[in-house]
């Protein structure tokens, strides 16, 4: 069955620091992948798109990776802030995964 | 220019009885999508709407139902409610233009079920 599986339900940082969030996928074949963030309460809010031809986006602070031979995709976030303290979703299709928690400390 | 926006923000229902969420898409956005979130889990997808007709629906049981309307609003029915049915439910819209479906998500219904 088709799976989607993101690196850990939490993961907490320093300020300042790069942030790195896995997603991994099974018996797809994507021709893009998304990734969104969530705010408690909140509905997601796109961040990046990339496509499978593509090996790396960056949109500011933000890099993804994106490997269609080991099936996964990475997020990550450098010189990270309290702010981008959040839930981290990729996407497949209209598929989602179960989400990162990300907290950034001061 | 409004974004995606969901009524009403909060609804408390009991078993057995029905529920109808309502969306209005981004300006602009063609295509209306569904989602069931449950506490602490990502997005489930339960149907997608465009031209009017369902054009896709994930694993979810003829309970849910929806509809959209020629304005591209759209409402999600859902019957003879379950506890289980108690979560947060995301209307998303996009623009259909057969590659890549970046949708917008709008905040959302909360949905309890007692």
């Known amino acids: 069955s088709q799976k989607i599986e993101q690196n850990s339900e939490a993961l907490n940082i320093q300020e300042g620091k790069t942030a790195t969030l896995t997603c991994n996928y099974t018996?797809?074949?994507?021709?893009?992948l998304q990734w969104y963030r969530q705010d408690p309460g909140r509905g997601p809010v796109f961040l990046l798109l990339i496509r499978e031809n593509e090996k790396e986006k960056r949109k500011e602070r933000l890099k993804v990776t994106f490997d269609t031979t080991l099936k996964q995709s990475l997020f990550h976030i450098t010189a990270s802030q309290p702010a981008d303290s959040a839930t981290y979703l990729c996407a497949l299709d209209m598929r989602f995964g179960a989400g990162t928690r990300l907290t950034v400390k001061p | 220019d409004a974004g995606v926006t969901q009524s009403p923000t909060h609804l408390i229902k009991t078993r057995g009885q029905q529920v109808t969420l309502r969306c209005s898409p981004k300006s602009g956005h063609d295509t209306v999508s569904w989602y069931q979130q449950a506490l602490g889990q990502g997005p489930q997808f339960i149907f997608q709407?465009?031209?009017?007709?369902?054009?896709q629906r994930g694993n979810f049981p003829d309970r849910f139902s929806g509809h959209q309307f020629p304005n591209y609003s759209s409402e999600l029915n859902v019957n003879a409610l379950l506890l289980g049915d108690s979560a947060l439910y995301l209307c998303?819209?996009?623009?259909?233009?057969?590659?890549?479906?970046?949708?917008?998500f709008g905040p959302g219904t909360r949905l309890t079920v007692l």
């Open positions: 998303a819209s996009s623009l259909r233009t057969g590659w890549a479906d970046t949708q917008y």
């Open positions: 709407y465009y031209e009017e007709e369902e054009r």
């Open positions: 018996n797809y074949s994507p021709a893009y």
